[in-house]
């Protein structure tokens, strides 16, 4: 038996399993099969009290004397389906799991053999949980510990996984297995941009556009027309090339490494999209890897920040983008708590996606004892251009969700 942390996973030798969710209280725990856009394909889908079957797994109530348990048959399950996250929330309405955190027990279904179990740590306000996931890795299933809290319960989980509930939801899902490392593009040298005058907070501009940002100062409007840009700090540089707006595809890369050798870092990189009034449309990340029709695509999950090359990339296809999108802004999160001063050599940088070229890159060179950090933002100018500018603003959040607010405040 193995005691599982936050990120960790394993792999199941057992076709069938079962998923048992105790806590000091009743609880109601639910399973959701997930298609590869990290939502369920219909209501169906979605596992519960109520609905105690779907294709390949089954509800089990405890009745109140023992835990509820989901069961898994991988062998059983349909190909377009990738993994099955379970779910938890107290039974009594509005109770958090403050001092009553659950342990997720994992058992062989045929035999009853304990294969794992999870606790997830520092519960406070969280009123719902997914607490394990059941995924499919090359072409073999695992068991992975997840422990992400929701403060909107249940029906935030339900509605953010595709399922249509009445409550208005949204939070950040389970996590993917990690792809592997991406190594870096061959870049030109470098045109270093004079530091600009501060720029004055303001809101996003509209789209149809809105005035532009202030320019560097000194410097009229920075472009790409010289090769590669170096940002520093609150830095902005115009995405327009020999005249022309950049209007292909882009991607985003991030990259880290552990300040402390041979400790992993966990870090999760995010693209936040927003409209004329700094409203949140959607979120970009581990656990919903394709918003905006498909105008914005996450590459998945690196768990350990080890190896060269950008270690998770978001693809932007700025002239597919809709007019209400506006602002974008690419953060930064540490899932399991380590603080940006465990990190080393963060960066992020735009490339062409057609050519592989690196036009903008920004080096994080400063570390706080946060969990979050903005590192860049988008921002759709009044000519129908687009603008980037170097953020590096560190936040205290361990999830993309925390960093909504902030990130609206900071366009």
Not at 265 to 291: E, T, W
């Amino acid at each position: 038996m193995t005691a599982m942390t936050p990120g960790s996973n394993l792999p199941l030798e057992a076709v069938r399993v079962t998923v048992e969710v105790a806590a000091p209280v009743r609880l109601d725990v639910s399973g959701l099969l997930l298609a590869a856009d990290g939502k369920v394909r219909s209501d169906a889908d979605f596992v519960f009290y109520n609905q105690p079957s779907g294709p390949g797994v089954s509800h089990r109530s405890g009745g109140g004397a023992g835990p509820d348990s989901v069961t898994v048959d991988t062998g059983a399950l349909p190909p377009d389906v990738e993994r099955v996250v379970v779910t938890a929330s107290p039974d009594a309405a509005g109770q958090t799991f403050q001092g009553i955190e659950p342990t997720a027990t994992v058992r062989q279904a045929d035999t009853g053999a304990v294969i794992a179990t999870f606790t997830p740590p520092q519960l406070g306000t969280e009123t719902a949980l997914v607490v394990v996931e059941v995924y499919r890795r090359g072409g073999a299933w695992k068991v992975r510990a997840v422990g992400q809290g929701y403060a909107d319960g249940l029906a935030g989980i339900a509605t953010d996984f595709g399922v249509s509930v009445e409550e208005e939801p949204a939070a950040p899902a389970a996590r993917p297995a990690a792809p592997a490392p991406r190594p870096p593009a061959p870049v030109s040298p470098p045109v270093t941009v004079p530091p600009p005058a501060p720029a004055p907070a303001g809101p996003v501009p509209a789209a149809p556009p809105a005035a532009p940002a202030p320019a560097a100062a000194g410097t009229g409007k920075i472009n790409l027309d010289k090769g590669r840009v170096s940002l520093q700090k609150n830095q902005t540089v115009s995405l327009v090339k020999h005249g022309k707006p950049l209007l292909a595809q882009v991607k985003m890369g991030l990259g880290w490494e552990p300040a402390f050798r041979g400790r992993d870092i966990d870090l999760d990189a995010s693209v936040i999209a927003y409209g004329p009034q700094r409203n949140h449309i959607d979120s970009c990340y581990f656990g919903r890897l394709s918003i905006l029709g498909g105008a914005v695509k996450h590459s998945g999950d690196n768990l350990t920040g080890e190896g060269a090359g950008d270690d998770e990339v978001i693809t932007v296809d700025l002239g597919r983008l809709p007019a209400e999108a506006t602002g974008l802004v690419f953060t930064v999160n540490s899932f399991s708590g380590q603080k940006f001063t465990e990190v080393a050599k963060a960066y992020c940088r735009l490339i062409d996606a057609a050519t592989g070229e690196e036009l903008v890159r920004f080096d994080l060179t400063g570390a706080e004892p946060q969990t979050g950090v903005m590192m860049a933002k988008l921002i759709r100018q009044f000519s129908g251009e687009w603008e980037m500018t170097a953020m590096g603003d560190f936040v205290k959040s361990r999830t993309v969700r925390g960093m909504v607010k902030p990130g609206a405040d900071a366009l």
